[in-house]
């Protein structure tokens, strides 16, 4: 069974910090999207990142996918409450593969 | 704003009912896919159809039966559930060849009483 592992599980910050979680793998993926989901709502993509060592960024989150495309990590820089949600990373390996997801809470 | 769109978006049912989750995409792809999404779990493959062609089915009870009419369109029948399926459906489609880049909607939030 291919896993892949988002760590932490659960985050809770103040406004205005830094943060970055993670997603990791012992298989090799073609791709890997990160998306933010809301209590009841889908996933919304925000990013697909695709060659190895690719770093992408969106306002303040930096996306990077590790040089052997088995990892990635998403960094916030100065968090806001509106960053708020459930931050889930898929590996295309043939099929997609899910993480559980980082929970992340940040608080005014 | 997303190009899947489904209904309804909250849905009670006793385990005696039949009912059916829609989802229709606008993005002009040729996968659709339906997910369950329960806590504590990672989101699960339920059917994916491409070309309306059903190609994969991921031991899904028979309880669940999916229907792709055409491209755009792609509904989840429903009869004779489980409380234990109470679960977000996600339905979400790709275009083939593209990264396997896959867009959600907004998910069906189903409770089986």
């Known amino acids: 069974t291919q896993l892949l592992e988002q760590s932490p599980q659960f985050l809770s910050i103040q406004e205005g910090e830094n943060l970055t979680v993670y997603c990791n793998s012992s298989?090799?993926?073609?791709?890997l999207q990160w998306y933010r989901q809301e209590p009841g709502e889908g996933p919304v993509l925000l990013v697909t990142?695709?060659?190895g060592g690719e770093v992408k960024k969106l306002k303040r989150l930096t996306f990077q996918f590790g040089d052997a495309r088995k990892d990635s990590s998403l960094h916030i820089t100065a968090a806001q409450p509106g960053d708020t949600g459930l931050y889930l990373c898929?590996?295309?390996?043939?099929?997609?593969?899910w993480g559980l997801g980082t929970s992340l809470a940040v608080n005014p | 704003e997303t190009g899947v769109t489904q209904t309804p978006r909250h849905l009670v049912m006793g385990m005696t009912n039949k009912k059916s989750l829609k989802c229709e995409q606008h993005?002009?792809?040729?996968?659709m896919y339906w997910y369950k999404q329960s806590a504590k779990k990672p989101l699960e493959l339920m059917f994916v159809?491409?070309?309306?062609?059903?190609?994969e089915n991921n031991s899904v009870p028979s309880r669940f039966s999916p229907e792709c009419p055409n491209s755009s369109h792609l509904f989840l029948h429903l009869h004779t559930l489980q409380p234990e399926d109470s679960a977000l459906y996600l339905c979400?489609?790709?275009?083939?060849?593209?990264?396997?880049?896959?867009?959600f909607g907004e998910g069906s939030w189903l409770t089986v009483v």
């Open positions: 979400a489609s790709s275009q083939e060849g593209a990264g396997n880049t896959i867009y």
């Open positions: 993005l002009g792809h040729n996968a």
């Open positions: 159809y491409n070309f309306k062609e059903q190609t």
């Open positions: 298989s090799v993926f073609s791709s």
């Open positions: 990142v695709v060659t």
């Open positions: 898929g590996g295309n390996n043939r099929k997609l593969i």
